[in-house]
């Protein structure tokens, strides 16, 4: 059976069961397992930060581009201030607030003040389009929105007064500004009740959904616990290895592995608003940072990079954790080379949880060629069509249950149901495939599947064999609808310099040893890909572009 439950004391390699007879247990006795094995601290950020600020009140907490700086001690009294501005609009325990901020101080200092009035995060990207962040606003009944007058060129406070003119109550809306902070718009009385799936509710974050509406993930304070001890231990994370970031803030990655970790870790948080390589170097050395996690377009531009000083790329990050898009082993072999001090590792996780690395022990085929093992209590299995569990090695929907998945969608019990097994485990809708050793590869999405003369094909093996042809910057594999075949194999391109050809790809990939009925049959040149805010490309947007060119067959312009 293709099962792996990570956490054994034996070592990260090892395939038994974290516990005897895991995966037939009982939630409730799950639950008890994971509070006896510290996974479940029954402990709120809050509480756990405060005593970090009376031990390192003095040192740095968050720094921004900007050149902003609060230690631990005022970062704790700036919250606080902000806290008592919105209570006094109205804000309460258990209220649910959105946070559309961008990576600047301000936003730590927002998250850590809903911490202190016991409200509900809501995390948002900058980038989310004013009917989003209404929809978004309605289906949680939100009680307030805190975000900044403008971002650059985006009037950040124009999207939150049109979420207010059509989120279909009285939605608050505070701006940052050079006095703190002023309301902008009052919070008026609504039915703010909590479903009963939201008992423990602590923060919700929406999918970047490639594909309609975005969902709304719920977490409480222990699943999130979870996956922060689960990389404090992995990473040897704690006060003394500053963050690093430049993923959005408003989503998973910039929310887990950024502002509650190093509340968690108590670890600077140094962030990079507008992304710029050459920048982030600079700032890496200039605080020392030890870790950091962003998407795969981040390590190719750090990878590619100037850095004209004696000192090796990225000298102080001991760990860079790649995710939220295919990483081709081409680039991750680039990376080892060119940061000789950093480890560097796929990733693998939703923003309903999961979370998947390699460590350092790792081999380096399964450096190469996968995302790793779970954190520890994740349990993983790969599942055929018919719904049983797949022999090791081969390919099927991967599925987890574990301290660190979320508790529900919000307002979408049923969605949330339909998505779950029998037995608790959440179905991801990625294809993979885990080996004997417990480390999962992850072959595709179930709805990126390319159906070609009724034979199913992965995008992913045939994006990692083109991804370092010399002509190609970015690509993406598609199916394109085909009146013969159903679907031909579409390979869409970004391209370095000067496009390469079809027939060039098509040699690229049979030298890589791909079969020949895997090889693309379309290419399509674009300028850019579209991208969720975690670096994922959009792929049903990727569709309409590339359909829209040419007959189905050959190559198109």
Known sequence: MSEFHPGDPDGPQSARAVFPGAADASRAERESRYRAMGWWPSER???????????????????????????????????????????????????IVILLLPNVVDAQVAFTALLRIGAVPVSLPTRTDPETVAYAARLTSARALVSLERHGAVRLGDIAQEAVATCGHGLGVFLFDEFGGTWQTAPTSQDASLPASAADLAHIMFTSSTTGRPKAVMHSD???????????????LGPDTPIFLASPLGHSIGT???????????APLILQDAWDPERALETIEAFGCAFTVAATPFL???????????????????????????????????????FPNTFVTVLWGMTEGGLVTCVRESPR??????????????????????????????????????PGVFTGYFGQQDLYESEMTDDGFFR?????????????????????????????????????????????????????????????????VVPDGEAPSLEALIAHAQAKRLPKHHCPEVLRIVDRMPMTPAGKIRKADLRTVAVGDGDGSGEGP
């Open 428 to 492: 991801t809708g990625d294809l993979a495939r885990i080996d004997a050793d417990g480390y999962v590869q992850i072959t595709g999405r179930l709805k990126d599947l390319i159906i070609r003369g009724g034979v199913n094909i992965s995008p992913a093996p045939i994006e990692n064999a083109l991804a370092d042809h010399p002509g190609v910057n970015a690509v993406a594999v598609i199916g394109h609808p085909d009146d013969r075949l159903g679907e031909r194999i579409c390979a869409v």
């Open 365 to 402: 085929e399964k450096l190469l060629n996968t995302a790793g093992i779970g954190l520890p209590g994740l349990e993983l299995r790969c599942l055929s069509a018919a719904g049983g569990a797949v022999p090791a090695g081969e390919e099927g929907e991967l599925v987890m249950r574990g």
């Open 256 to 266: 887990v592995h950024g502002t509650r970790l190093s509340l968690h870790t108590g």
């Open 300 to 338: 190719k531009d750090l990878v590619d990079a100037s850095w004209p000083r004696s000192t090796p790329k990225l000298a102080s990050l001991r760990s860079f954790l790649c995710g939220g898009a295919q990483v081709p082993p081409s680039l991750m072999e680039t990376a080892q080379a060119r």
């Open 45 to 95: 950020l809050l509480d756990r930060y405060a005593v970090t600020v009376q031990r390192l009140g003095d040192r740095l907490a968050v720094a921004d581009a900007a050149g902003r700086q609060l230690s631990h001690g005022m970062l704790w009294r700036e919250a606080g201030r902000l806290a008592e501005k919105l209570e006094e609009g109205g804000v309460g325990r258990g209220d």
């Open 222 to 236: 222990n699943t999130l616990a979870a996956l922060n001890i689960g990389f404090a231990e992995r990473f040897s």
